[in-house]
């Protein structure tokens, strides 16, 4: 077993000695089993919450109402969910009870996938009652039960299963596909933040063609804000996407160049998307500087306002479209020769340009930014005498 599950070995072990089971499930076994690095390793247990935390010193209620409780040992927290099963969903998308309950069944049948819905004892032992383990011999993505019902229930799942595929280059399955084919608009019933979470997801995943084509196939896209009028172009990104974009930056960078948005347009579709305000100025960033890419329009000043970390996105993104037109090393360092890279290196402040005589107001505000991109470019020297001097011919 990988070391974060012996590390979280004592966890099991202290909730087995009271008399409870206790199990890992969920995407860590699922990795696990495939090969795959784990992220996070997520213990089920028979004990109530109440039982969880009578055994141990340090807990924390994370979820308490759904039956999680964070168990901290060493520095180190681990998420314990008692099972429960779940009813209700009137919503299609929340629950509208759950009831814990003592048998480990139970709560692996409220799971989304057979490949999620898998136990793993700490000898060793994997518990599989729907056959999550053909299904990942196969490579499929298969709901547990009957999909129809489980996406009407959380209609998220659908959203997930494109994005797994993207993730596992796992095919899913027909009956699962049809469901998603059926359920789609309940989508609309989800909130914009969870889906955002699952679309960044997929087209980070190492096989993006995989999980989008079912996207696409199935309709599922029009349900996504600012999508329905966008198939051709979420066809070509699927065509042009060989593997998974770098953050959510690259993606949304990559969904507006696909779309031919403008920095405004992408503005709103982000918004849409309720997306926080440092990911819009980000991607609207590196839009502008796709745009001069792609137009071989790259000069000293884009690069100064893309700022290193931008630059190598946009031109990873650039290059999801077209054959390279710059090589990201030679953009870096071009970068890397700016005489200045902020504002603040300018050696020259507003205080010094008014002791010169410039009237604070708009001619102050005017010279400064003159001067930043003459610095920038090259054509003045970042030294106060000179910076003063060409500010002072630059208003007559
Ligand atoms: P990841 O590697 O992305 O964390 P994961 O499978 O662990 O993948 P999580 O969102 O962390 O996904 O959820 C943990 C487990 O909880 C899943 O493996 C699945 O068993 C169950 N689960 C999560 N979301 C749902 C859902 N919407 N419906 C049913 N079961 C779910
Ligand atoms: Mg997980």
Redesign the pocket.
Known sequence: LPEEFLTARPIIDTIEAAGFEAYY????V??TLLGLPI??V?IATSAYPEEVKGLFKRTVDTGIEHGTVMILDHGTGYETTTFRTESGYQDYRRPDAVQFVRSLKEDLK???FTI??LALKTDGTVIDYFDGLRDLEQHQIRAVGNPEDRFNE?A??MM?AVRFASQLNFKIDDQTVAGIAHHGQLLTKIAVERIHVEFV?LLQGQWPAKGLNVFLDTGLYQYCPGFADQKAALVTLAEHLKTGLSNETAVWTAIATAFQLSTSQLGKLLKSWKSANQLITDSQTALTAVQAILADQVDDWLLYQTGSALIGIANEVAQVFEPAHYETSALQQQYDQLPIKTKKALQVTGQDLMQAGIKPGPDLGKSLQYLERQVVTGQVANESVTLVAAALAYLN
Request: charged content about 60%; proline content about 0%; cysteine-free.
């Open positions: 499930v969920g995407g860590s699922r990795d992220h996070d997520d409220r799971r989304d999620n819905a959380d998220l799942r997930r997801k």
